[in-house]
């Protein structure tokens, strides 16, 4: 066991007297393979959910205080708050926001949170890295509420539980894909996501001969203050000028051909491109699954490298750090594909890389890193896991 969960256990004990009733919960992180900024768009998206993640061991208490601990913000100390405190978001609350948040959501659907609890948490998820460490909370959250107060919920219910929370609560009009995959997480698969019907299945992912590498660009952003929100507002006017003429719900209704017959409609040349990246983004991942299935990977890191591309010319959400990650990463031998993951604007990007060549592969993607952007990126192999459980130890 991690020794991180044996100084929760003793943190817990010193905090709150005894650990012996406390309850060990987990939730995973997340990692796209392809399908970005395409899950607000109506289209497909291709994650996986990971093996690191965060972690809570929780009691609860007989009156309706909350009380919480977090081993990443110890400088915060203890934060104590209460149940009648989850109807408005609160500054001062910094990271419990999360928390409060799917309370909220939880009460306004109808699930009465009777009681309050102590908590302690731990995340190995690098923060800030785009690899999901609030919708990691958010539905670690929402397992401990259906599973502490027998909530009769589905994984599909947390993850639009936790999308809630962040669209209403927090202010980030995120998608779907990281509270989905997160809570159905599959180990050794990657989730393939109609996010217009919330309809998925899951498709092994077991690499052989070749890694997935994760590779952080360690540039520290807050997505709440980046252009996401603005993407997203640009893809709702090119499908309200595209919905004058065609019958569409969403962009990802559209095929490639139809978009480009019909992309003059849209007059501002930013506005299209953001589009078009929404379309062509969505019809490559569709396609990066059939290869997958035929266990074409030349094929798969194709799609990948087109991928980036196209966010980082049309969609513009990449940015110095992630493109130095990519390019160096593509003049190595062994790599496959390589692309960013989540939401870009900093954060991490990924590449396929043949084993062989791993060790060259990180030497030159962190000696041409660190001349171009000044620090350096870290890296992980990402193992794929399942979704959100209780650790009986
Ligand atoms: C963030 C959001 C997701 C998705 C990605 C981009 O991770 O939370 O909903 O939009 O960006 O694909």
């Known amino acids: 066991m991690d020794h991180h969960i044996t100084e929760m256990r003793k943190v817990f004990e010193d905090l709150f007297g005894s650990a012996k009733n406390a309850r060990l919960f987990f939730s995973p992180g997340r990692v796209n393979l392809i399908g970005e900024h395409t899950d607000y768009n ?22 309706e205080e909350l009380h919480f601990y977090s081993l990443n ?9 209460d149940l009648s405190h989850a109807d408005h978001y609160d500054p001062k609350l910094g990271w419990v926001n999360y928390v409060m948040g799917m309370i909220h959501v939880f009460e306004k659907k109808g699930f009465h949170v009777r009681s309050g609890w102590n908590m302690v948490v731990y995340g190995n998820i690098p923060v800030a890295s785009g690899l999901s460490s609030s919708a990691s909370l958010e539905i670690l959250i929402g397992y401990i509420l259906k599973t502490l107060f027998g909530f009769e919920v589905t994984g599909t219910d947390l993850a639009l539980f936790g999308q809630a929370d962040e669209n209403e609560y927090i202010g980030l ?8 995959v997160i809570a159905n997480g599959k180990k ?9 019907t919330l309809e998925y299945t899951t498709v092994p992912f077991v690499l052989r001969g070749q890694t997935l590498v994760i590779m952080n660009t360690n540039k520290p952003r807050g997505l709440k203050d980046s ?10 006017e090119a499908l309200r000028i595209l919905q004058t003429k065609l019958n569409i719900a969403t962009l990802g209704d559209l095929t490639d051909e139809e978009f480009d017959q019909n992309a003059e409609l ?23 699954v059939e290869v997958l299935q035929k266990n074409d990977i030349a094929a798969f890191g194709k799609l990948m490298d087109a991928s980036h591309d196209s966010l980082r010319y049309d969609y513009e959400v990449t940015g110095p750090e992630l493109d130095a990650l990519v390019d160096a990463a593509r003049s190595v031998k062994g790599t496959i594909g390589s692309r960013m993951t989540g939401a870009g604007f900093g954060g991490c990007a990924i590449a396929l890389v043949e084993d062989a060549y791993l060790e060259e592969f990180k030497d030159t993607v962190r000696k041409e890193y660190l001349e171009k952007i000044g620090y350096e990126p870290s890296f992980y192999e990402a ?9 009986k130890e």
Do not use: W
């Open 188 to 196: 050794d698969h990657a989730l393939f996501l109609n996010t217009a």
């Open 227 to 236: 252009k996401y929100n603005e993407r997203r507002a640009e893809c709702e």
């Open 266 to 288: 849209i007059e501002n040349p930013v506005v299209r491109k953001r589009a078009k990246h929404a379309v062509y983004e969505n019809t490559r991942t569709m396609k990066a």
């Open 73 to 81: 913000e110890s400088k915060a100390g203890t934060v104590v708050t």
């Open 383 to 391: 193992v794929v896991g399942d979704g959100p459980k209780e650790i």
């Open 173 to 180: 009009n995120c998608g779907i894909m990281d509270q989905f």
């Open 42 to 63: 109506g289209g497909h998206v291709f994650p996986c959910a990971l093996e690191i993640g965060t972690y809570a061991l929780v009691e609860k208490r007989e009156d």
